[in-house]
């Protein structure tokens, strides 16, 4: 069965530099989130696009931005890196059903790292 | 807002025996659902088992079950004939239905050794 597919798998970055992270989703899941991990911490919701409408935002920094396009890809903008952006970054997707968001799927993750 | 609790940040269990680990959370809405998610040292993130927060009937799957206890807000993962391969962080999560969205809130891991 196809997965969700994050590019790039490992990203090294200096700071104040940008980052821009993509997320494929599943095929006909139309929900799209991005989760960071951070070293020995549980992962923390950023943000969420449903039809490529932003529908829930968490503790994103004003420096990161993200959209959902046209074919539900998604992409996450990281502006000025900093040493504690390095992070394991997850994208999920979920396919919206009857009742409600139906189950996240989650990609292998992009390990972003700043130096 | 709500909250995910896991009290214990690291677990053994020897190879073939049942490990229980505990999840406590916190909130205000009445339907909402839980889950275990497993990340193994490849820090793929895996979904080992889900309870809708209106069901009764605790969710098993395979050699995982639950204990849900809805008005003690507690979840428990049953781990039964364990073996090398549940070697794992394990995450405890919540995701609300009307008022929070369908963000998945995590509690902070427990470590799961399994010895051979």
């Known amino acids: 069965a196809a997965g969700v597919i994050q590019s790039p798998r490992h990203l090294i970055k200096e700071k104040r530099e940008t980052a821009t992270l993509k997320c494929y989703p599943i095929p006909r899941h139309d929900t799209v989130y991005w989760y960071q991990q951070g070293p020995g911490q549980d992962p923390q919701f950023l943000i969420s696009f449903y039809e490529k409408m932003q529908s829930d935002k968490g503790s994103i920094p004003d420096r990161f931005s993200a959209q959902q396009f046209s074919d539900y890809h998604s992409e996450l903008n990281m502006s000025s890196l900093e040493l504690g952006d390095s992070a394991l970054y997850f994208c999920?997707?979920?396919?919206?059903?009857?009742?409600?968001?139906?189950?996240?799927?989650f990609g292998p993750g992009t390990r972003l790292t700043v130096t | 807002a709500q909250t995910v609790t896991q009290s214990q940040p690291e677990m053994s269990v020897q190879e073939a025996e049942t490990v229980t680990l505990s999840c406590t959370y916190d909130?205000?809405?009445?339907?909402?659902?839980l889950f275990w998610y497993k990340q193994p040292p490849s820090r793929q993130m895996i979904l080992v088992i889900r309870q809708e927060a209106y069901k009764q009937q605790n969710a098993t799957e395979n050699r995982f079950s639950v204990n849900f206890q809805k008005a003690a807000k507690s979840f428990s993962l049953k781990i039964s004939d364990s073996q090398l391969g549940d070697a794992a962080m394990y995450f405890c999560a919540y995701r609300g239905v009307r008022t929070s969205g369908s963000r998945l809130t995590f509690g902070e891991g427990t470590q799961l050794t399994v010895n051979p």
């Open positions: 909130t205000s809405e009445s339907d909402y659902y």
């Open positions: 999920a997707s979920s396919p919206r059903l009857a009742g409600g968001p139906g189950e996240q799927y």
